[in-house]
C-alpha cells in the first residue's frame, strides 16, 4: 500500500559490522526521507552476531540514532521479520547491511518466512563503499533484493552489466551515491596545516608495508614539524570492523619514538575531515568523503597501483600520488570528469542523488496486490554446488528453513550465555591480532 504522507515510515537495518551499521542506517535516512535526512522515520536496527558484531563505543562513534537496537542470529531475525509481516503495522522498508553472503542467506530466508505473503517490506541492500574486488560474485549474491544500490553511475553501468550478462533481471540496480557524504566545503588552509592518513584494517595486509607506511607518515611529520599530521585509525585493538585487522597500527606505533606533531586519532571521520587539508590513503571510502568537500586527497603510489590494495579504483582521478611527491609539496588536482563518475557529487547534485531511490520505494509499495515473492538469481537449481554451504553457514537449509539445532529464537540470551558469547568473541580477536600472526612469523621461518 502506499505511504502516507503523515504516516511515519518504518524501516529496519540489519547489518553485520560498525561500517555496514553506519551505511545501512545512513541509507535508510536517505531512502526514507524527503527533502531532509531525518525525516520522520521509525528506524529499528538489528546487528547480526558475529566476529565483527559492533561493540558499544563503535556504535556511539558512528553517530547514527534508532529507535531500537538489538543483537540477533540470523534465525532470530527471520522469525522477527516473519512475525512483523504478520502483523497490523509491516515494516515499509528492509536495508539488508551485510557482506554478500549474509544477503543472499537472508533473501532465501525471508523468501521462505514470507511464502504466501504479499504484504511484505521492500528489502534493499548495496555496498559500503568503493567496489573494487568480487564485483561479480557480490553481486549475484545481492540479486533478489528488490533495490540494489549502486554508489554511482560508474557502478551503476557496471551493476547492469553483470546482471545482463548472466541473464538476470538488472531493474533493481538503482543509482544513488553514498550515504554519508557532507560537511563543510574545504575553503583553504587551517592553522596549523593538517596532514591526515586514513588507515584501513586489511590494506595493506603485512607487516612489512604497513611498518613502512608508517615509518613514512612519521618522516612527513619530522620533516614538516610545522604541521599537524594525523593517523585516523578505524578501530581500538580487540575491535573488529568490516575488515579483519591482524596488525593495528597503534601495535607499530608502540615501537617507535612518534614527532610531537604527529598523533594517532579515533572518531567520526567528518569530524577529522573538518580540519583536514590534506587527506592521504591507500584506498579507503574516506578519500571518496575528502573528494565530496574539495579537500586534496592522495591515494598512495608507493606499494603499487594493484587490485588486491584497491588504489586501482582510483586510476584517471589525478590523485595518485608518493610519499616523495607530498614530501615535497605536491598538493594533487582531482579530475573533475572522473568525479563526476563516482558519485562525489563535488558539483552540488547530492541534494537529489537519492530521488530515483525514493520514488522506486514509493511506487513499490503503492504497487496493486502487494509486492511479489523475492526471486534470487541463485537457486537449488542454478547453483547446487555454491548456494548449500552460504545458507548453511547462517543454520539455513536449501529452501531457506531452519537446519535443526539453529539458535532459538523465542528468547533473549541469559546473562551467563551473555558473559559466555562476549568471552569467545573477544577470544577469537586475540586469537586474530596476536596468536595468528605469530604463528606465521613462526611459518616463515
Excluded at 529507535?67 to 512475525?83: H, K, P
Excluded at 594533487?332 to 558539483?347: F, K, L, M, T, Y
Aim: a neutral charge; charged letters at 25%; aromatic letters at 6%.
Amino acid at each position: 500500500m502506499p505511504v502516507s504522507a503523515t504516516k511515519a515510515l518504518r524501516v529496519a537495518v540489519l547489518a553485520d559490522s560498525d561500517t555496514r551499521w553506519k551505511w545501512g542506517a545512513l541509507t535508510a535516512n536517505r531512502i526514507a526521507a524527503g527533502d531532509s535526512p531525518e525525516s520522520d522515520i521509525r528506524l529499528d536496527g538489528y546487528l547480526l552476531r558475529g566476529r565483527a558484531t559492533p561493540t558499544p563505543r563503535q556504535l556511539t562513534e558512528v553517530g547514527v540514532r534508532a529507535d531500537s537496537l538489538r543483537e540477533v542470529t540470523a534465525v532470530e531475525f527471520l522469525r522477527a521479520m516473519g512475525e512483523e509481516t504478520a502483523g497490523e503495522d509491516p515494516y515499509d522498508v528492509l536495508v539488508l547491511a551485510l557482506v554478500g553472503g549474509g544477503v543472499q542467506a537472508m533473501l532465501h530466508g525471508l523468501g521462505r518466512a514470507w511464502n504466501g505473503r504479499t504484504r511484505r517490506p521492500v528489502v534493499v541492500t548495496g555496498y559500503v563503499g568503493v567496489v573494487y574486488e568480487k564485483l561479480a560474485d557480490g553481486l549475484l549474491l545481492r540479486h533478489g533484493a528488490d533495490l540494489v544500490l549502486a554508489n554511482s553511475r560508474q557502478d551503476a553501468d557496471r551493476f547492469r552489466a553483470v546482471y545482463d550478462g548472466v541473464g538476470a533481471d538488472a531493474s533493481a540496480v538503482t543509482e544513488v551515491a553514498l550515504p554519508f557524504l557532507g560537511g563543510t566545503p574545504y575553503t583553504g588552509a587551517h592553522e596549523p596545516y593538517t596532514v591526515v592518513f586514513a588507515a584501513q584494517p586489511s590494506v595493506p595486509e603485512n607487516r612489512g608495508d604497513r611498518t613502512y607506511l608508517l615509518d613514512r607518515l612519521i618522516q612527513h611529520a619530522r620533516r614538516h614539524p610545522e604541521r599537524e599530521v594525523l593517523l585516523k585509525l578505524r578501530s581500538r585493538p580487540g575491535e573488529h570492523t568490516t575488515h579483519l585487522e591482524e596488525l593495528p597500527y597503534q601495535r607499530l606505533a608502540q615501537k617507535t619514538d612518534l614527532p610531537p606533531n604527529l598523533r594517532l586519532v579515533y572518531g567520526h571521520m567528518g569530524e577529522v575531515l573538518d580540519r583536514t587539508d590534506l587527506l592521504v590513503t591507500v584506498s579507503s571510502t574516506a578519500a571518496l568523503e575528502a573528494l565530496h568537500r574539495r579537500i586534496p586527497t592522495v591515494v598512495l603510489t608507493d606499494l603499487g597501483v594493484r587490485e588486491v590494495l584497491g588504489n586501482h579504483h582510483f586510476v584517471g582521478s589525478g590523485c595518485l600520488a608518493s610519499w616523495d611527491q607530498l614530501d615535497a609539496g605536491h598538493r594533487p588536482a582531482a579530475d573533475e570528469e572522473w568525479v563526476a563518475r563516482q558519485g562525489v557529487a563535488a558539483d552540488g547534485g547530492y541534494a537529489t542523488a537519492f530521488d530515483q531511490a525514493r520514488e522506486r520505494i514509493a511506487e513499490l509499495l503503492g504497487r496493486p496486490g502487494g509486492l511479489p515473492p523475492l526471486a534470487p538469481y541463485y537457486t537449488p537449481a542454478t547453483a547446487p554446488g555454491y548456494l548449500p554451504g552460504i545458507l548453511a553457514r547462517h543454520h539455513l537449509g536449501p529452501d531457506g528453513t531452519p537446519l535443526p539445532g539453529a539458535p532459538a529464537a523465542d528468547r533473549e540470551p541469559g546473562a551467563v550465555r551473555q558473559i559466555v558469547r562476549r568471552a569467545a568473541r573477544g577470544a577469537y580477536r586475540h586469537g586474530v591480532q596476536r596468536v595468528a600472526p605469530v604463528i606465521r612469523r613462526m611459518g616463515e621461518l
